[in-house]
């Protein structure tokens, strides 16, 4: 039986989504892979550092079995109507918050069957489950980084749980987002530890993964700052070489954020690039920041140029694949209606589909990668290859003997954003 929630609320109208398209020989929703995101739409609940809750829901206060499966029924009913073929969710978006880890563990076991059964009756899949391990007090120092070994030991246990779930219904990621792992002030935090334990929780991470048979991805997810001062896993290099130290570059990948590229100073492309060229790709959190306000705004993306050149390496590097397109994003504090939570997601979804497609017909057209193998031309050359397995004594011989002389290119940027501007 329909919640009602959804009563009288318009269906989104598509111009540019089209699941079934055919983009680059790929279905376009096989190229998107749209995840809603639990968190944002369901439960938050309209908070911000001046104001409380502004969000009245039917299934508010969230720390009741009944209201948690209304929860869930409601965001069934949005996911048909979106026709989305993804969703997300931490531990404690799903279940209500009771106190224990024992009492925890079995609400989330509960939801989370229910849950399943849910999908049964949906075309909608799981495309990463997470643990929340910063809202609650007992992580205000950190989870596998925390000084206090028991909450370090209650953060696997936590993350254990989560990825049974994740695993039981058929979760195609784990993402492990670091929101505590960092600090705040240096006075009181040995960086070089926590860095350790770190690295040894997410190995514990992946053998466990290896044990029960997850086929899924596990993915770690970067963001400079917010809510620590500093966040271990900054960056997608950051993250790269953290992983590559912990011998962990084979097994765990990224899942990178618009917004939390923008805070670390690059743009989303930047760390797609990052993280494509050393084979790292996992997935993305969509969404963008109001680049006024310096912090972590989680707005719908609204900015084709940018979401085009983000899928243009999405692209280049071949894909997806098991990851997907999960709008991380929320709606403003003011946008109190259930039409604005299909209007968010609606909007986004033709953003990304104009971003996609646009970043198909550059790839097509092939003048950037063209331009791109042009300006590399010289190194094609079997001398210049046999340079790179050289030495400086050979190099210097063989600037002098040559008398070679380097005539400068330009480099071509305005004529390459021209190019680009055709398409977007
Ligand atoms: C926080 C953020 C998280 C992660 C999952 O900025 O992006 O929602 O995506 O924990
Ligand atoms: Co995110």
């Not at 069934?76 to 106190?99: K, T």
């Not at 849910?118 to 643990?131: D, F, Q």
């Not at 049974?164 to 530890?193: F, I, P, S």
Request: hydrophobic share 40%; charged share 25%.
């Amino acid at each position: 039986m329909a919640t009602g929630f959804f009563d009288g609320v318009e269906p989104p109208k598509f111009h540019h989504y089209n699941p079934d398209e055919i983009v680059m020989g790929k279905r376009m929703e096989d190229h998107l892979r749209f995840a809603v995101a639990y968190w944002h739409s369901f439960a938050w609940e309209g908070q911000d550092p001046f104001g409380g809750q502004t969000f009245q829901r039917p299934w508010h206060p969230q720390d009741d079995m009944g209201r948690a499966k209304l929860k869930a029924d409601v965001a069934f009913e949005m996911f048909d109507l979106l026709g989305v073929p993804f969703f997300c969710w931490h531990d404690a978006d799903i279940r209500p918050e009771q106190g224990s880890f024992a009492e925890n563990l079995r609400t989330l076991n509960e939801i989370t069957d229910y849950i399943g059964e849910k999908m049964e009756g949906s075309k909608t899949r799981l495309l990463w489950g997470t643990a929340n391990m910063f809202s609650d007090r007992r992580w205000m120092s950190g989870a596998s980084t925390n000084p206090d070994p028991d909450v370090f030991a209650f953060a696997a246990a936590t993350v254990k749980s989560c990825l049974d779930a994740t695993h039981k219904l058929g979760g195609q990621n784990y993402v492990l987002w670091g929101g505590r792992e960092g600090y705040e002030t240096l006075l009181n935090t040995d960086m070089g530890q926590e860095l350790d334990h770190m690295g040894r929780f997410l190995s514990m991470v992946v053998d466990y993964k290896h044990k029960i048979g997850f086929e899924g991805q596990i993915l770690v997810e970067p963001k400079p700052q917010e809510p620590s001062k500093h966040q271990y896993d900054y960056d997608a290099a950051t993250c790269i070489g953290f992983l590559r130290k912990y011998g962990l570059e084979n097994e765990v990948k990224l899942n990178l954020e618009q917004g939390h590229a923008i805070l670390a100073g690059h743009s989303f492309e930047h760390e797609i690039a990052v993280a494509a060229s050393e084979g790292m790709l996992g997935s993305i959190d969509m969404n963008r920041n109001d680049y006024q306000s310096g912090w972590d705004t989680d707005q719908f993306p609204n900015n084709v140029p940018e979401v085009a050149l983000a899928y243009y390496h999405v692209l280049n590097a071949g894909g997806l694949g098991k990851g997907g397109t999960n709008f991380d994003a929320k709606l403003r504090r003011q946008s109190l209606d259930a039409q604005d939570l299909i209007d968010g997601h609606a909007g986004g979804m033709e953003i990304c589909a104009r971003g996609l497609k646009a970043a198909a017909a550059m790839i097509e057209d092939g003048g950037l990668n063209a331009a791109l193998a042009d300006r590399y031309a010289g190194w094609k050359s079997p001398d210049a290859q046999a340079m790179l397995t050289s030495d400086l004594e050979t190099l210097a011989q063989h600037v002098l003997s040559e008398n070679i002389a380097p005539f400068p290119r330009s480099g071509r940027q305005e004529a390459l954003e021209n190019w680009v501007n055709r398409f977007v």
